[in-house]
Nanobody, 118 residues
Framework: QVQLVESGGGLVQPGGSLRLSCAAS????????MNWYRQAPGKERELVAT????????NYPDSVKGRFSISRDNAKNMVYLQMNSLKPEDTAVYYC???????????WGQGTQVTVSP
């Protein structure tokens, strides 16, 4: 079965950095676009980064562009989110996500908490 397992969250001071990891299994990882979302308390879930199956194309919303960087290692079935210059408004639970074109289902990880605070 499809599994997405995030790690790397934690508490960091404003201006600091964190690297999130997502371990994927149960599907043909190297053929799937992968995404990172986040959800802050009381807010809608927000897309923060997308990477194509080969890693050749990435996209970010303006809120994180220039600070966040998504990457993947298809040999290890891993996707990463490097977050720099973190701000308190980046505080949220971060989720790894993909959509299966085979089962037409959404697949989410369990999430990892990122807290940016002095």
């Amino acid at each position: 079965q499809v599994q997405l397992v995030e790690s790397g969250g934690g508490l960091v001071q404003p201006g600091g950095s964190l690297r999130l990891s997502c371990a994927a299994s149960g599907f043909a990882f190297n053929t799937y676009r992968m995404n990172w979302y986040r959800q802050a308390p009381g807010k809608e879930r927000e897309l923060v980064a997308t990477i194509s199956s080969t890693g050749g194309s990435t996209n970010y919303p303006d809120s994180v562009k220039g600070r966040f960087s998504i990457s993947r290692d298809n040999a290890k079935n891993m996707v990463y989110l490097q977050m720099n210059s973190l701000k308190p408004e980046d505080t949220a639970v971060y989720y790894c996500y993909t959509f299966s074109r085979v089962t037409l289902e959404d697949y989410w990880g369990q999430g990892t908490q990122v807290t940016v605070s002095p």
